[in-house]
């Protein structure tokens, strides 16, 4: 098994930016991809950033593109996430998540899931 732990959610102002960080445990050799995901209120929970296990490929929303990086530390068993230029609709809980095999944006490919952080942008 693998457990995941986000950390790093916040409020910030319209343009600001945070650095949300994912820490993984258990089983770590066997991850491959991680991403991450994110829910607005009411909304059902979308795609962010993912990234290859040595780092060579990333996928970025369209919606990030731009604004936010995804980056891995695999001496930690950490994955972050760089977000700039927030804006509010950008408030979501963000969940980072993992998966043994090749790095996809797809939701259900990815069998562990961390709770989820907090991220509020206000005008």
């Known amino acids: 098994q693998v457990q995941l732990v986000e950390s790093g959610g916040g409020s910030v102002q319209d343009g600001g930016s945070l650095r949300l960080s994912c820490a993984a445990s258990g089983r770590t050799f066997s991850i491959n991809a991680m991403g991450w995901f994110r829910q607005a209120p009411g909304q059902e929970r979308e795609f962010v950033a993912a990234i290859s296990r040595i780092g060579d490929v990333a996928y970025y929303a369209d919606s990030v593109k731009g604004r936010f990086t995804i980056s891995r530390d695999n001496a930690k068993n950490t994955v972050d996430l760089q977000m700039n230029s927030l804006k509010p609709e950008d408030t979501a809980v963000y969940y980072c998540?993992?998966?043994?095999?090749?790095?996809?944006?797809?939701?259900?490919?990815?069998?562990?899931w961390g709770q989820g952080t907090q991220v509020t942008v206000s005008s």
């Open positions: 998540a993992a998966r043994q095999t090749a790095v996809t944006s797809t939701e259900n490919a990815y069998p562990y």
